[in-house]
């Protein structure tokens, strides 16, 4: 029997095109009604619908209309409900962002990929580093470092040569990007238990932005970082196409 599906698109020619024809084939509910959300879009238009259907308990199957896709199962018009019955379900919780300004001002938002903080001059930052009450690194001299999710371990994070880490790994990466000093810190991997402290230093001369994946915060001077266990969302992944085989496919791809 065919669930109840809202299909959501991205703000492309092809998503929109793909939710006409897939509501032609099976029709479609409102999001209030629907037992599914497919989404239809890229990585980026996945974790807009997962900050958005956040707290609504309703599972989501994306199916890739984008360019990299990799929270998103292939492209397929026929068998929608086959698929939708035999998917795998995937629990992410997000990480939790308090970042306080050099105003005063305090902001929180939530991370399903990464927290990442950025130099926004010419200067480089500067960032006392704390993790569970405790001093790891006094001062790294860095265009800037992030904590990941295992989800976001193959986004950002890879790019600044961190480490994958397997979706059921319960393990968060703290990953420097062009660290000047020390040198040779490459990062580390944290329990997902742990709470990250960055300080910003000098803040006033090397002004430094905090991003929780898409949401940004210009001139912090302190940012926490843990992730939020009473939060959660359920992805679905085609079983040859699962999240974690893909996690683990990245670390064998040349």
């Not at 239809?40 to 958005?52: A, I, K, P, S």
């Not at 259907?53 to 199962?73: A, D, K, Q, W």
């Not at 629990?91 to 926004?120: C, K, W, Y």
């Amino acid at each position: 029997m065919t669930p109840k599906v809202a299909f959501v698109a991205a703000d492309t020619e092809e998503a929109r095109s793909a939710r006409e024809r897939l509501t032609a084939l099976y029709g479609a509910h409102a999001e209030g009604e629907a037992q599914v959300v497919v989404a239809l879009g890229g990585d980026g238009f996945m974790l807009e619908t997962l900050h958005r259907t956040l707290g609504h308990g309703r599972p989501i199957y994306g199916m890739n209309c984008g360019t990299v896709g990799f929270l998103m199962n292939r492209w397929r018009e026929e068998e929608l409900p086959r698929r939708l019955a035999a998917a795998q379900p995937v629990h992410l919780h997000p990480l939790a962002m308090t970042a306080t300004g050099r105003d005063g001002q305090v902001h929180h938002d939530i991370a399903f990929n990464e927290v990442s903080l950025l130099r926004q001059s010419r200067q480089a930052a500067k960032i006392r580093i704390t993790v569970d009450g405790k001093v790891r690194l006094e001062e790294l001299v860095c265009d800037g470092v992030l904590v990941a999710t295992p989800a976001g371990s193959t986004a950002y994070n890879l790019s600044a040569h961190g480490p994958i880490v397997p979706i059921g790994a319960r393990l968060l990466c703290l990953t420097p990007i062009s660290a000047f000093r020390p040198r040779r810190w490459r990062g580390a991997l944290l329990p997902d238990r742990s709470e990250v402290v960055f300080e910003v230093l000098e803040g006033t001369k090397r002004p430094v932005s905090a991003t929780g994946d898409s949401s940004e915060v210009r001139d912090v001077a302190r940012v926490e970082v843990r992730q939020d266990d009473s939060r959660s969302v359920t992805l679905l992944f085609d079983p040859d196409h699962n999240l974690e085989e893909r996690i683990l496919l990245e670390q064998f791809t040349p």
